[in-house]
Structures are given as structure tokens and as C-alpha cells.
């Protein structure tokens, strides 16, 4: 299995948008609406933002949003704020009923 | 909300075995999926594997030759052991709650675990 492929980095502007894309095969992404995408600040635990491809976990703000579209997903950033500097992760189920990761995106807030 | 906390040896020798476990507090315990996930320093997330109450595992291909999850309910708590662990293994652990498809909703910490003689 290989790690869903994600850009390495990603950067914006306060106030602005910005999207991560998720790259995986018909045998995860593709197939299944099970796409989760997490925030990691330096030295914590990653937090859930987005589960089953577009939900919002209760407290996460609806500046972030997810979708997908075939093997790839996306997560959007929208009104970008310093806070929102972090690694962020996808992972999907997959056919073997394994959870795959992506190799992580930094984002940073100019 | 969820709590876990992971606890073990920080420092294990190579080719020896890992072992951690993880204390869940704050609400349910059955009807969940329980995770190990780790990452080395400056690396990406890697599932390890999960465990049900029921015990019945899941792991991840590429590491299934070398572990081993169990739990005991009755201590809110689910355990981790890697065998034959190298200088690769050094990673922080990651203990979770997981829910159908995968997702995340609950984690630890995570401990560090240096693979050194």
C-alpha cells in the first residue's frame, strides 16, 4: 500500500482560500466516501477537521470543507488565519479494510 | 469527549519488542474500533492497525508479521506489541478512537519510542 499522495506544501494569505488535494487509487479514495482529513500543530496529536469526506466534526469551524471527486479528495481552507498554520493529513479507508494515510501537507499562512 | 493516554517503555533495544498500551477514560468503550498509529520524527501518520472489543484485528500489511493488538474491556484498555523492532521502528505512538471507515475522532498524546542499544 502505498501513502495517498498529497503536495508537500501549500501557502496563502490571511483572508485567503486555499485547497490540499488527496490523491488515491479506485481501491480507496475512489471507492469509498470514507476520506478524513486532520490538522497537526508541531508536537500535538492531529485532530479530526472533516470525516466521511465532507462532514464537520461538532466545533471544528466551517472555514474548512472537504469534497471529492473520483480518486482525488480536497480539502478547502476558506478566510485563512494565522491559526490555521499546521500539517495536514488525509486518510481513507481501503479495499482491504485498512485505514491509508497521505504524506502530509504544511501549510503556511504568509 | 474521548481521553486516551499511551504508556510504556520510551527506549527499547533493537530486535527486541515494543509494547504500549493504551488507557481509554470518558465514555464508551465497546461498539468502538481502537487504533496505533505512529509517526517518526518529521514524518507522516502510518496506521498500524485496530482492535474491536470483540478482539478481532486488523493490521496493516506491511507491519502484520510483527504485530500484535490486544484488549481488555474491563480495564478500558488495548495494547500494542511490535516485535524484532530496528532503528525504522523509532517513531511517537499514537493511540485512538476509531470509528467505522476509518476516521479519528479521539487520540492520545502519543509517547516516544527510541529503538536504541
Known amino acids: 500500500q502505498s501513502a495517498l499522495t498529497q503536495p508537500a506544501s501549500v501557502s496563502g494569505s490571511p483572508g485567503q482560500s486555499i485547497t490540499i488535494s488527496c490523491t488515491g487509487t479506485?481501491?480507496?479514495?475512489?471507492?469509498?466516501?470514507?476520506v478524513s482529513w486532520y490538522q497537526q500543530h508541531p508536537g500535538k496529536a492531529p485532530k479530526l477537521m472533516i470525516y466521511?469526506?465532507?462532514n464537520r466534526p461538532s466545533g471544528v469551524s466551517n472555514r474548512f470543507s472537504g469534497s471529492k471527486s473520483g480518486n482525488t479528495a480536497s480539502l478547502t481552507i476558506s478566510g485563512l488565519q494565522a491559526e490555521d498554520e499546521a500539517d495536514y493529513y488525509c486518510?481513507?479507508?481501503?479495499?482491504?479494510?485498512?485505514?491509508?494515510f497521505g504524506g502530509g501537507t504544511k501549510l503556511t499562512v504568509l | 469527549q474521548v481521553q486516551l493516554q499511551e504508556s510504556g517503555p520510551g527506549l527499547v533495544k533493537p530486535s527486541e519488542t515494543l509494547s504500549l498500551t493504551c488507557t481509554v477514560s470518558t465514555g464508551s468503550f465497546s461498539g468502538y474500533f481502537w487504533s496505533w498509529i505512529r509517526q517518526p520524527a518529521g514524518k507522516g501518520l502510518e496506521w498500524i492497525g485496530r482492535?474491536?472489543?470483540?478482539?478481532?484485528?486488523t493490521y496493516n500489511p506491511s507491519l502484520k508479521s510483527r504485530v500484535t493488538m490486544s484488549i481488555d474491556t474491563s480495564e478500558n484498555q488495548f495494547s500494542l506489541r511490535l516485535s524484532s523492532v530496528t532503528a525504522a521502528d523509532t517513531a511517537v505512538y499514537y493511540c485512538a478512537r476509531e470509528l467505522y471507515g476509518g476516521n479519528c475522532d479521539g487520540w492520545g498524546q502519543g509517547t516516544l519510542v527510541t529503538v536504541s542499544s
Open positions: 466521511d469526506v465532507s
Open positions: 486518510s481513507s479507508y481501503t479495499a482491504s479494510s485498512t485505514v491509508l
Open positions: 482492535i474491536y472489543a470483540s478482539g478481532s484485528t
Open positions: 479506485s481501491s480507496d479514495v475512489g471507492d469509498y466516501n470514507y
